[in-house]
């Protein structure tokens, strides 16, 4: 009878398997590695200022076809690359641009060798979890294994016997930034700095240190530094026999500079030996960094921080549990709610301090102290998430942008480690404030932020979040000849800005502010052109750009009207007044029908924001509700999966991840700065939103779905629900349990 | 009766001048400034770390004839260059190849400007003195001022009203290495590191630090940082508009290292104004760069800073006082005696620490640590004055170069800040040590001395200061084809060292090594060809080097027999055995006769080492002494001078001062190890040496001699003395008074 229980025994272990598996568990780093998702799987702790990534994305183009220097390549590892030259300690995620992916190191056995390109390796047995990776470098038989604290990068390489090296590149890099500082300081400790900036190849003068000390669980039997100087031309480079050659300085114990410098530490093993080595890093000091180390790890093993680092995210992941779904359904759920847990992240030492924006001075926060935000791409539902499910991180969120306004006079735009990078367009900062605090996170200085978004919505000399402003206020829109790049884009984001500043001034008592930028936020008008249908370029004339082609700007290729997209994406964009849209499209069929087009001829673009809120538009349209959810599933099926090219594209710091999540939990934040939601169908039968005590009354939200039925409906919750999909946010948030079950139609 | 008092007055107001003149007012810091002599008219006190050199070697080759990148030169500055880039920090006086001359400094006015080629200025109202320099800036109309503690640069720039600005340029430097660190601490503070190093196009693996501290007297209204970064060539070039451009960091308070880089002070004065910047430097440490500025200078002012180190130099200078001879006479003595004074210089800071040869590791010294040993220029005349003048100092020189054993396990051969640069042949050290030791000055480890020395003379396995010892050993010279360079000079070398060595065992009561050290001291005979009457290079078999050219290495030139010289110049090398060799000569008619050739047939050279005593061979030679004199004579006239060319070429660390300084007062010590000296007719009536009360029981030594005689005898000192004009050391210590008179002849 044994041939019988052994599938029951299966099966009962399966149970048993699932019964006990975690949110963390279902982690899969490795989604968003390939089809330019930008995500890497490197060991990270939850927000976490370092992270080890692996790092295959330089040189031998036969074995890393996504090589960093031969494209605009914005992330340190690429799944289908093979030719890994080491670990990256501190790394951005989802990010459109290249910078970060510095303090590198190798381990490697045998004579030294210093050229990446020498003594890179491939590699096998990949192994990625929450706050893990490992892999087995073929070169070398060496295990190496990355886990994380916040500030602290930990790794483990597994050697066999002989000689073997660990070394720390610091000429390599993602960042096309260049310069470095490295001193060994004992046969264990090495510090130094990486020069590191000019994000998406912008605003170079700004360019910065980060710091780190790393330090090794075994001494060294020998040590040094190495550095390749450029080649000298002139006249005495005839009596320079080393001119242009790597220079190995054994022993040496002083600084040395240089853009292309490392250091290494060699041990002679008598018997297979694992050294750990542990890498704290800082923006602010070397000082810093080393205490980061210090106070955060010290002396704890390997398995140790990686147990705490798993904890913490377990922690992060169950404020949402999930029943029903497919395993992958769930892993593609946590392991988007994981990655909207990587950026904005912690920029502050352990002892608080930080480099502040533009003052030069080092500040020290109470709280934590937030950086990367990208707000162009967060704006739109990133930070609505946030509030709803981590309310205490978006509130020391605004407080940094608030703590930005304090330091630079203005607010971010897309702020990297205290540094603005100034790209992208709009003026997303405000929508963010005034959305916060419209969904009820009000513990803040709301009076500063009010001051902060009307500043950069009315000063019109030197205003580096809104450029064309003058032209913006005086004609409703930007022209083509305004100078500023993608004129329609533009407006439309000026609009939303304007239209979370109305609804802030409105909620504050403001009533002629309310007035003004309610006003001024349905300008977008003035670029629809009811022949063609679109909101299209113009010049400040009042004159139409000619020749319009609404294809132009697909795939994100440069064109008049508009920032990484066409006409087609940014038709919709205007998720503050989808009803004023409807009216001047000439009305609800119309819309439809215009909206139907975007998706059936294939100008719908799930890899960038703008078109992200499309398929729940349909919601709007009594008796085609039914169409978001088949769209929403569609997409999700189309574009989120289980493997490495499982996100539509860049992860943007988290938006496309927490699109996800919002749409398989099922519901959606439709208008930026209106506190509320439209609902579709869920990918669960059941999903429980465990809700901060600290900051609702309400201890959790149980969404209830029937999967045999098709689309939703809500009982328990008011009435106007079976009326426009649509739910408010604080009725929401009050909510025990939603029943979402086939509507009467 | 008032038109005949004038010229009377005159007089006396002249004798007052004259009466009130000391020694330090003597010194021209211009000498040696032109015809290569590589001296610089910087302020720098007394074996000073730190010196301010003016900075007039960079581009602008139609202004800057001989410009640093244009051929192989040395110097931080040149008397008939006149486009002034700044105003370096560390500087090498009297070396023939280039480094240091970095952490430079420039004041300029008006909008600021970066680049040298731009800013850079011709001047005029040149003032060198000792610890002093001043010069008028024309473009920008600012006087520039300059004097030095031991390790720290003290400048004042006196600014118009209007922008003004203070560089601190650490891209730009004598040296061909490349690489900084800046910060900018505060508004009246900078500090950072700048990479030197590979002297001599040599050892560049060791390149190292010098650190800098920058404190201004005025808050700045502005600073910054600026950066130069290569040009990025690869794909992603297309995007970066910043591409190689240089960026200006605004109130960028954080580290910044590249190699173009440098930091600025901007000023808005309402009136003129002046800035006083003080910079302490240190080879250890930033810290400790800041503790040698806050403990020698602190808040003294630019004039009591000057008055100190002016006071320094007298005291320096005085230990000779000279009387009659003419001020020319006197100002290129004490001015050579004030060359003398540079090297070796201080290596250790305010604290007593200092970087260890090749540990890696800080050591501290009780004492003084000195370095920038030019051994194989100074072992033969420089070490014997200064065991005479400064014996104290001598004994700290001889501590520093055990200390060097203990740390590298070798003795030095032309160490620079704790590297050993490996340039020129032989080995000097053994010299030094049993020259100083023989001389009397005994307080030092003589047996560790002693081990070093015959650990130099007999370990045949990687010695790096006598490659092809083996051959040595063996053949007794080295062949043409042991590779080793100049195998005629290096034996001439080794043959000089051992016979130190053996002078050494002897007073050790070593019989055994003094005789076997003895002998091998003399087998430059093997070398003699007594066909061509000159010491030729020969192969290890035994065969001579054919052809033979006894011109060939003139004036520098690549040769294979022979180091910066040829077989004239080499051939009366052989200080310890000059009767030897007037033996194998033929007798002292054939000696002469051939020593004769040299000086009528222009093979001798005044600008190099190894045919420095020939003019003093003479008196080796009974009846023809008189020739000394006037040879001697001859060359001071000839090749020294009270203007920017008056040292005959590279002043070779003081040790072609040294020469004229003993020429000057009358006698010079031929032999190296040797206590003795000989000859020669002084330039002065009176010169009085006043001697180190620690060290020597004679307060005093006084030469007189009387002008119109021509040559010179002695009376009041033992009777050999006539004999052959040489006279012992301890004689010659304990003379009271030495009159040099005609001889009977």
Redesign the interface.
């Known amino acids: 009878m044994k041939n019988i229980i052994l599938p029951f025994l299966a099966v009962v272990i399966s149970g048993c398997i699932n019964a006990q598996q975690v949110p963390v568990d279902y982690v899969n780093p490795f989604i968003g590695t390939s089809n330019y998702g930008a995500t890497n799987p490197g060991a990270i702790a939850p927000r976490g200022m370092a992270s080890v990534s692996p790092f295959n994305v330089a040189g031998r183009i036969e074995l890393n076809p996504l090589e960093k220097?031969?494209?605009?390549l914005s992330n340190p590892y690429v799944n289908e690359n093979q030719f890994l030259t080491g670990f990256s300690h501190v790394n951005l995620s989802g990010v459109g641009c290249?910078d970060l992916g510095v303090i590198i190191t190798m381990p490697t056995t045998g004579e030294l060798q210093t050229d990446h390109l020498q003594y890179g390796s491939t590699y096998k047995n990949e192994v990625s979890k929450a706050g893990y990776y490992s892999a087995n470098l073929d070169k070398y038989d060496v295990k190496a294994e990355a886990t994380a604290s916040t500030r602290v990068g930990v790794s483990r390489y597994s050697f066999p016997a002989g000689k073997s090296n660990v070394l720390l590149n610091l000429g390599l890099g993602l960042t096309?930034?260049?310069?470095?500082?490295v001193r060994?300081v004992s046969s264990n400790e090495i510090e130094g700095?990486r020069?590191v900036g000019?994000f998406c190849?912008n605003n170079?003068?700004?360019?910065?240190?980060v710091y780190f000390v790393a330090k090794f669980s075994k001494p060294a039997d020998e040590f040094g530094v190495w550095?390749t100087?450029?080649k000298?031309k002139?006249?005495?480079a005839q009596?320079?026999?080393?001119n242009g050659k790597t220079?190995?300085?054994?022993?040496?114990?002083?600084?040395?500079?240089?853009?292309s410098i490392g250091a290494y530490m060699t041990y002679n093993f008598k018997q297979p030996q694992e050294v750990e080595v542990k890498i704290g890093v800082s923006y602010v000091s070397i000082d810093n960094a080393r205490e980061n180390l210090e106070k955060e790890v010290g002396a704890s093993s390997f398995e140790e921080v990686y147990a705490k680092t798993k904890e913490a995210w377990n922690k992060k992941l169950q404020v949402v549990e999930v029943e029903g779904g497919s395993k992958d359904d769930k892993t593609i759920f946590y392991t988007a709610l994981y990655h909207t847990q990587i950026h904005p992240n912690i920029l502050n030492d352990f002892n608080g301090e930080y480099?502040e924006v533009?003052?030069?001075?080092i500040g020290k926060t109470k709280g934590t102290r937030y950086t990367t935000f990208s707000l162009w791409d967060t704006y739109r539902n990133y930070h609505q998430l946030m509030s709803l499910l981590y309310p205490e991180e978006q509130l020391q969120m605004v407080n940094s942008m608030l703590e930005m306004y304090d330091e630079n006079g203005w607010l971010p735009k897309w702020e990297l480690n205290s540094t603005e990078t100034f790209t992208m367009v709009g003026d997303p900062a405000a929508v963010v404030l005034a959305d916060t605090y419209l969904r009820g996170l009000t513990d803040f200085d709301v009076e500063k932020a009010y001051e902060a978004m009307v500043k950069s919505a009315l000063d019109t000399v030197n205003n580096p979040l809104r450029p064309g402003l003058k032209g913006y206020i005086d004609n409703g829109y930007l022209g083509v000849d305004s100078g500023v790049a993608g004129p329609v884009s533009t407006t439309l984001e000026y609009n939303i800005a304007d239209y979370a500043i109305a609804q802030l001034a409105k909620s504050l008592g403001k009533e002629k502010d309310y007035n003004t930028f309610l006003d001024r936020s349905l300008s977008y008008k003035k670029l629809y052109n009811p022949k063609t249908g679109f909101l299209q370029p113009k010049y400040s004339d009042g004159k139409w750009y000619e020749p319009f082609d609404p294809l132009a700007g697909a795939n994100f290729e440069k064109n008049v009207g508009y920032i990484e997209g066409n006409a087609w994406q940014y038709l919709f964009m205007v998720p503050h007044d989808i009803k004023g849209l409807m009216n001047i499209m000439g009305g609800a069929a119309a819309f439809e029908n215009k909206l139907d087009k975007v998706f059936d001829g294939g100008h719908y673009d799930m890899a960038n924001e703008p078109d992200i809120l499309y398929p729940y538009l349909y919601n709007y349209i009594k008796g085609s509700e039914n169409k978001t959810s088949s769209k929403v599933t569609e997409l999700i099926k189309k574009y989120y999966k289980n493997s490495p090219d499982g996100l539509p594209g860049n992860d943007d710091t988290g938006t496309m991840s927490a699109w996800l999540v919002y749409s398989m939990m099922g519901f959606y934040p439709v208008t930026p700065s209106e506190p509320n939601y439209t609902f579709t169908k869920p990918a669960f039968e059941k999903v429980k939103i465990n809700l901060n005590a600290k900051y609702y009354d309400n201890q959790s939200i149980i969404l209830n779905f029937q999967p045999s039925k098709e689309t939703i409906v809500s009982d328990q919750i008011p009435e106007f629900l079976t009326n426009d999909f649509f739910i408010d946010h604080n009725t929401f948030l009050n909510s025990k349990e939603i029943n979402l079950i086939t509507p009467e139609n």
Chains 1, 2 share one sequence.
Do not use: C, H, L
């Open positions: 220097d031969s494209q605009w290249p096309n930034e260049q310069g470095a500082m060994v700095m020069t000019s190849y170079a003068e700004a360019a910065y240190p550095k100087p450029y000298y002139g006249e005495e009596w320079m026999a080393y220079r190995i300085k054994e022993g040496f114990t002083r600084e040395v500079v240089g853009d480099p533009s003052t030069g001075k």
